[in-house]
């Protein structure tokens, strides 16, 4: 059963960085890509990129472009979500989550993380 | 505003069937075979319910089901229970820049 575990909530002020990091279990690491997906609250779901854990290849949705780098650690199974430049609006629920094996295609999200609060406040 | 078009809010009574539409474009829903749907239920993390528009992840009931018309696609809930009360996201690969997007999300209320 693959499982994914995230790092905590956090508590930032604007203009500051935040790293969340995203610890993948029961399956094989580097055959399945990762996305990252944000929900601020009380809104929808926004797709923030995705990383190919194998090759650390990335695609970063296009409003994030510029402030948001995903990186990944083979060794230990774990992807990282660094967002820069806080604003009042990044504050949501970060999600990772496993998308589909990297030698398909397609775009399912079939297992999710528990989620991490970023709160951004002065 | 979200690259792909839920109704807000559906409602049903129990034991009735209701469909929520989901509606993009060639580039997306039209374009590929790639439109997934999840429910989520406050506090919790999405749950994925349909992929490649009408395939069921194993030990998803078989009262939830896909289809695609053109560019819209929809999820049809049959024998509505009060469990089913969450919201639900449509997603579908999208050949724009980003790789994904989402629905604005729909809240079902089971009367």
């Known amino acids: 059963q693959a499982q994914l575990v995230q790092s905590g909530a956090e508590v930032k002020k604007p203009g500051a960085s935040v790293k969340v990091s995203c610890k993948a279990s029961?399956?094989?690491?580097?055959?399945?890509?990762i996305y990252w997906v944000r929900q601020a609250p009380g809104q929808g779901l926004e797709w923030m990129g995705i990383?190919?854990?194998?090759?650390?290849?990335?695609t970063y949705a296009q409003k994030l472009q510029g402030r948001v780098t995903m990186t990944r650690d083979t060794s230990m199974s774990t992807v990282y979500m660094d967002l820069r430049s806080l604003r009042f609006d990044d504050t949501a629920v970060y999600y990772c989550a496993r998308g589909p094996e990297t030698d398909t295609s397609g775009s399912a999200i079939d297992y999710w993380g528990q989620g991490t609060l970023v709160t951004v406040s002065s | 505003q979200s690259a792909l078009t839920q109704p807000a809010s559906v409602s049903g009574s129990p034991g009735q069937s209701i469909t929520i539409s989901c509606t993009g474009t060639?580039?997306?829903?039209?374009?590929?075979?790639?439109v997934s749907w999840y429910q989520q239920h406050p506090g919790k993390a999405p749950k994925l319910m349909i992929y490649?528009?009408?395939k069921r992840p194993s030990g998803v009931s078989n009262r939830f089901s896909g289809s695609k018309s053109g560019n819209t696609a929809s999820l049809t809930i049959s024998g509505l229970q009060a469990e089913d009360e969450a919201d639900y996201y449509c997603?579908?690969?999208?050949?724009?820049?980003?790789?994904?997007?989402f629905g604005g999300g729909t809240k079902l209320t089971v009367l």
């Open positions: 997603s579908s690969y999208t050949s724009s820049s980003d790789f994904v997007v």
């Open positions: 990383i190919n854990p194998s090759g650390g290849y990335t």
């Open positions: 029961g399956y094989t690491f580097t055959n399945y890509y």
């Open positions: 490649d528009v009408r």
């Open positions: 060639s580039s997306d829903v039209g374009g590929y075979n790639y």
